[in-house]
């Protein structure tokens, strides 16, 4: 049985154990295990290979498998895109038990759904976590549930955000000094997210923190009136726990509708957010993305790691002096400089890297506000006349805008040749480039997801998967167009997205300290699975096949990205990130293969048919 475990066990590296679903609190997926090196990798030798039975059909009704597990002392413990969990025998895959969530009954009139809820595709959970004799899990209905840890047995349930009105929680809990903390997602329907904290042993609510601002509290004048009863902001992955400072630090989603919203910045989606872990008091916010209208959030889990860094700024100041008697006005330069060392990173889906101090959300490399088009003269359109671009690395392909602006450009696809649904030619253009309703824009468009970066502490780096050369076409929906129907999408946007077959991948080493890169890959098909470090040096990452739909894992040197070890092709799209662990001293690396709704290369459609799609774990070790 596990323990209430103290912050200093859930802080520190993973080893033996992978006791969360990105390693630690900080999310650094980084293991301190070394029985696999760079010498010995290539010798890796499936060990056990299950499936799930969740998946019989194989195709896109099987949802999106992309949980990571956790293992306590030889107990694996994994969740399913339908919100099963599963816990297993570590060393051999052997089925300890099942839980089945039974989901509400439904009543007429109810909202969303006059019947019982229905999971339909299924969707993303991305784990549970286990502390208390308790496993812990958000599920897709939008309850938080405490589990049995030894039988599976449901010990309670509460609901976090109602799914008649469209909420969901996809993100996973995070146990921390007896509460659970956990954001929720209503998607891109007309919900209001939050981020909230429950008592772990009774599942009773702590406290809870709106994202989009109540009048009076702080960011709420960025709103236009009577738009923060819906808002959006939905938190698509799991946040950190600050132990130093004792905060959660989250990204936040984009707002809803997507466009023809009243002006303002509307704080606080698409941003990083600190609030105390203990009360959910906000203690600091930055936006990344100002009026969101490209659904540009933040998909992915922040990464905390502690760094020096030393930001000088300066700025022009009117002084006066004294000259030959007589005071004068002069121009003069004050420079400061601003050091921390504790920094929290996230890559947003434009492939930019934001470094910002932990305690006061500060900018840790130059991040300029940088001039972007509007359009002052089409109404609704609102676009903010500026956007932050750290001047680092991006890990996209896409080419670049001149005269040092470094804005995203789309490519010219097959794709936006012929005429918009509106009988016009497709406009290519670049981030942040706003849209209004007569015109189709195409921009880059959501290129990193969920799949989460890790960190390695030796060499100063982190790995980051993407998806390259995903484009959008954008056209507005003007306010008066659009109907307010709770649970139902509202993204306010007319649009096409370039199909998932001509979507290639990147996979990039960035230096923490510099925002440079030290290396990069660009893959044929999407990296969606995320990355996992050890202290030998090697990164394991998922692919997905390409249009085969036969995925692998592969094992690659962190300091150089060289190919070390590939698996056999698997049954499926490798698109969870994968994990490793110990058992009776053998160490495991073990990946869920089942792909995923989001961006599926072989299209949902690949021969022979089925595949693409499943329910397996694949899990190695050295012979």
């Known amino acids: 049985m596990s323990p209430a475990y103290t912050a200093a066990q859930l802080n520190a590296y993973p080893g033996d154990n992978w006791l969360i679903p990105n390693g630690d609190l900080r999310n650094s997926r980084y ?108 599920r897709r209905d939008g309850y938080l549930v405490a589990l049995d840890q030894q039988t599976g047995r449901e010990l309670w349930k509460t609901q976090v955000i109602p799914w008649r009105k469209g909420g969901r929680l996809v993100a996973h809990p995070i146990y921390y000094e007896g509460i659970i903390v956990i954001g929720t997602s209503g998607g891109d329907s007309y919900v209001r997210n939050d981020m909230q904290a429950f008592d772990a042993e009774t599942g009773t609510q702590l406290w809870h923190w709106n994202i989009v601002p109540s009048p009076g509290q702080p960011g709420a004048n960025t709103w236009a009136p009577g738009e923060y009863h819906y808002g959006g902001g939905a938190m698509w992955n799991s946040g950190a726990i600050d132990v130093k400072n004792r905060s959660v630090i989250i990204g936040t989603g984009n707002p809803v509708p997507w466009n023809s919203r009243g002006p303002g910045m509307n704080l606080w989606t698409s941003s990083i957010v600190s609030l105390d872990v203990f009360t959910g008091e906000f203690k600091w916010g930055y936006q990344t993305v100002h009026h969101d209208n490209w659904d540009s959030d933040l998909a992915q889990s922040p990464l905390l790691f502690d760094e020096p860094y030393a930001l000088t700024t300066s700025k022009k100041v009117r002084v006066k002096v004294r000259v030959k008697g007589k005071l004068v006005t002069r121009t003069k330069t004050v420079r400061s400089t601003f050091r921390s060392n504790e920094a929290v990173a996230m890559v947003s889906k434009f492939g930019w890297t934001f470094f910002l101090d932990r305690k006061t959300g500060k900018p840790l490399v130059p991040t300029p506000e940088v001039k972007v088009p509007t359009m002052p003269n089409v109404p609704e359109v609102n676009a903010w006349p500026t956007q932050p671009i750290p001047q680092t690395d991006n890990v996209l392909n896409f080419p670049r805008m001149p005269n040092g602006q470094g804005r995203l450009c789309a490519n010219r696809q097959p794709t936006w040749e012929g005429n918009a649904p509106n009988g016009k030619p497709f406009k290519l253009g670049c981030m942040f480039d706003p849209y209004g309703p007569d015109e189709f824009v195409v921009v880059p468009f959501e290129n990193v997801e969920w799949g989460p970066t890790a960190y390695n502490p030796t060499l100063h780096s982190m790995v980051v998967c993407a998806v390259d050369t995903r484009t959008r076409a954008f056209a507005q929906v003007p306010k008066a167009s659009q109907t307010l129907v709770p649970g139902v999408s509202g993204v ?109 290369p072989t299209g949902g459609v690949c021969a022979p048919a089925p595949c693409g799609r499943g329910d397996y774990i694949y899990t190695y070790a050295l012979p």
């Open 492 to 600: 306010g946007v007319l649009g096409r997205t370039s199909p998932t077959t001509t979507h290639t991948g990147t996979l990039t080493s960035i230096n923490v300290r510099t925002g440079k890169r030290i290396w990069h890959q660009r893959w044929d098909a999407p990296c969606i699975s995320g990355s996992t470090n050890t202290a030998s040096n090697l990164t394991f990452v998922g692919t997905t096949g390409g249009k085969t739909g036969k995925g692998s894992l592969q094992a690659l040197n962190t300091q150089t990205g060289a190919l070390l070890w590939e698996s056999p092709k698997m049954d499926a799209m490798a698109t969870a990130p994968p994990m490793t662990y110990t058992v009776g001293g053998k160490q495991y690396v073990s990946i869920l293969v089942g792909g995923q709704n989001r961006d599926d």
């Open 31 to 138: 293991s301190t295990l070394t029985q696999i090196t760079q010498a010995n990798v290539g010798t890796l030798k499936e060990a056990w290979k299950i499936s799930l039975g969740i998946c019989p059909q194989r195709n896109a009704t099987c949802g999106s498998n992309e949980a990571n597990a956790v293992v306590v002392d030889g107990v694996y413990y994994i969740p399913s895109g339908k919100a099963d969990v599963f816990a297993l025998d570590a060393a051999t895959g052997k089925l300890i038990w099942k839980y089945t969530p039974v989901f509400d009954p439904g009543t007429p009139g109810g909202g969303l759904s006059d019947g019982q809820y229905n999971i339909g595709t299924g969707g993303r959970n991305s784990g549970v976590v286990v502390a208390e004799g308790k496993v812990f899990e958000g």
